[in-house]
Structure formats: C-alpha cells, structure tokens
C-alpha cells in the first residue's frame, strides 16, 4: 500500500462550489504540506503543517484553507473554486527536516 | 531565503547518450540539494539528496549528482540513457535545521529520451 495516498485523483467541477482533498499518510510523519503544480512553474507550496496543532501558511495560500484533522490526515479545501485554481496538487510528509515524500497528485480542473 | 534555477525546460536525448541536466541554487545558508523525478501521470519520487558528507551523490538507477559549492550548482547526470528515463526532474533546495520547512523548486526539466 501507498505511504501517501490522495483522494480524489481527479475531480472536475464548477466555478463557485467548495471542494475538498484529502490526504493520508502511513509514515507516521509529524509534518504534511501541500504544494499545487502548474506547467512551467514547479511546485509552489499552499499549506504546511508541523503537528495537529501547528498550521501555517505557504507561499500561495489565498483562496484555500486547510484542516489538520489527526497526525495521519491533512485537508485542502478550495472555498469557492475559481478557473485560476485549475491544476495538479500534491500532498507531501517528512520527518523532521528529513526528505519530503509526496502522494500521487489530485488533478483538478475547474470550469 | 533560497531559489533555484533550472537552466533547460526540456533536454531531448538519443538512447543510451549521456545527459546533464543543469540545476543552479541561490542561498545565503548552507542547504540541502534534492532531485525529484515525476514519471509520466505520476506523483514526485525522490531520486537522490545531498545533505552532507561526499559531494558526489548516486542514485539507485545510475543517476549522480555532484555538489559545487564555489558554482553553486548540483547537476544531475547519467552517462548513459534509457527510454524508461523520460520524466520530469526537479530541482529542490532547502536550508538544514529542524525550525525549517520550505522546500523550493526550480520549474523543471522534460527529459525526453529517443529510440
């Protein structure tokens, strides 16, 4: 079984309605991320949690909000998607300062 | 903080030629070096990591990469390529400590490899 598993992998909706992806992990990591992925730009970071209790903002945070519901599960939910939030998101754990590992990646497409 | 700078979006290369695929850093701490491969519809795999130690760095299907600290560089290479090869690789660098978190990326480089 995967160590990082990501739900759904694909998803296609309308302007204006909230989604939510979900993340599980079975390394037992404290931290999580998540990072959206765009043609020609890499890998921007939107989220990142150090524990339950600890969640900060990354470098593209506005129009998402996260929830860190136990060690092993880390929500991203887009409020009301927009066609600009159209992309291929990861989820990633690591231990400490160690190596980041990432899911398989949702693919969103909003319309 | 960091940045990162891959020099080439796209590197085609013939069957069993070798490749260099360029990765510069910006940082004004020591970091640590990462290459990722992203396979075609998949998600990011770690390939190899510099942290420390032996500048020379190997990965477990016969990438290297080598960190050059005065060229802040960390260059990835093969000497000899394989169709399965054709991916994605990223760059990423970030600074050691256990306070730090942020992981950056340069944009990427297509490999593509030609029967």
């Known amino acids: 079984d995967a160590d990082v598993t990501q739900t759904p992998r694909n998803r296609i909706t309308k302007t204006g309605k909230r989604i939510m992806l979900e993340c599980s992990q079975t390394?037992?990591?404290?931290?999580m991320y998540w990072y959206r992925q765009d043609p020609g730009l890499g890998l921007r970071l939107i989220y990142y949690?150090?524990?339950?209790?600890?969640?900060n903002k990354g470098e593209i945070s506005d129009g998402y909000s996260v929830s860190r519901q136990a060690q092993a599960k880390f929500s991203l939910s887009l409020e009301s998607a927009i066609p600009n939030q159209t992309a291929l998101y990861f989820c990633?754990?690591?231990?400490?300062?160690?190596?980041?590992?990432f899911g398989p990646g949702t693919r969103l497409l909003v319309l | 903080a960091q940045s990162v700078t891959q020099l080439d979006s796209q590197v085609p290369v013939f069957e069993e030629a070798p490749v260099e695929l360029r990765c510069n850093y910006s940082?004004?701490?020591?970091?640590?070096l990462f290459w990722y491969v992203q396979y075609p519809n998949q998600g990011l795999q770690l390939l190899l990591k510099?942290?420390?130690?032996?500048?020379l760095v190997e990965s477990i299907n016969g990438f290297e990469a080598e960190f050059n600290k005065s060229q802040t560089s960390f260059h990835l290479r093969k000497p000899s390529v394989h169709i399965s090869d054709t991916a994605e690789y990223f760059c990423a660098v970030r600074a050691p400590g256990a306070g730090s978190y942020q992981l950056t990326f340069g944009k990427g480089t297509k490999l593509s490899v030609i029967p």
């Open positions: 940082s004004s701490v020591s970091v640590y």
């Open positions: 949690s150090f524990d339950v209790k600890d969640i």
């Open positions: 390394k037992g990591h404290d931290r």
């Open positions: 510099y942290l420390s130690g032996s500048t």
């Open positions: 990633a754990t690591s231990a400490n300062q160690e190596t980041q590992y």
